[in-house]
């Protein structure tokens, strides 16, 4: 049988716009068995968004810069860093063609963030001037940071196994209003880490990096290995 095919959209370097995308999420994807299929919102004609939705059994919404706040009714706070409209616009237009396909979505970090403003939620421009802490971890820093606690009984509780675990943490914005349609499942003190749709169908997002502990802890594979468990339930 074919291998499944999981969409992705890749990383963009700020200084030259090249895209890449990072080793962690190849690693993932290859773990699982799955082919990706990377989805260069700089050049993809929107026009075939349809088409590719047809032939996704799965997508991964990754990491990468600022949701523009226009998408959720903002203008940019000062503390806001660059945005990528391409990139929005693309990621948008897709979640919403993959919704209603009840194709298996995992959202990872920004990909936490576009999900909740595509949805009609909105987001928290810079964690530190909102809750006064900082979830920007150094290079030195250890792998783990900081606690994560998910809600009992949440599809993200029974992913990992656990309702406490340590992760990493890389980002300065997060959810603040829930998009209609999901809940928040985790949270770092005040900051929304996990957010999920309920019900039967795969819809899972998480604020902190998996793909960049793999192979560090015990958790970090699982969120893809339910991603490959639920596109062949799907299948």
């Not at 396909?101 to 995992?106: F, R």
């Not at 997060?174 to 949270?187: F, N, T």
């Not at 005040?190 to 990096?209: K, N, S, T, Y």
């Not at 502990?213 to 596109?231: C, H, N, V, W």
Request: net charge negative; with cysteine.
């Amino acid at each position: 049988m074919k291998k499944p095919v999981i969409g992705i959209t890749p990383y963009r370097k700020s200084e030259t716009g090249e895209r890449y995308m990072p080793e962690g999420y190849v690693k993932g994807i290859e773990a699982i068995d799955c082919e990706m299929r990377v989805i260069d919102y700089m050049t993809f004609d929107l026009e075939k968004l349809p088409a590719l939705a047809e032939e996704l059994d799965g997508m991964i919404f990754s990491g990468g810069p600022d949701v523009d706040p226009v998408r959720y009714g903002e203008t940019d706070w000062p503390e806001a860093g660059s945005h990528v409209p391409q990139r929005d616009e693309l990621e948008i237009r897709l979640l919403k063609l993959l919704l209603p396909k009840n194709t298996p979505v995992l959202g990872i970090c920004r990909g936490l963030q576009i999900i909740n403003a595509g949805m009609g939620g909105t987001l928290v421009q810079h964690v530190p001037k909102v809750y006064g802490c900082v979830h920007q971890q150094e290079e030195n820093d250890p792998p783990f940071v900081h606690e994560v606690t998910l809600t009992p009984g949440s599809r993200t509780a029974t992913i990992f196994g656990t309702e406490k675990l340590m992760t990493n943490s890389y980002h300065h914005q997060s959810a603040r209003e829930v998009a209609p349609g999901l809940v928040a499942v985790g949270k770092a003190g005040e900051v929304i880490e996990a957010l999920e749709m309920p019900g039967d169908r795969f819809l899972v997002c998480l604020q902190w990096h998996p793909e960049k502990t793999l192979g560090m802890d015990e958790y970090s594979i699982l969120p893809f290995q339910a991603l490959r468990k639920a596109i062949d339930e799907n299948r």
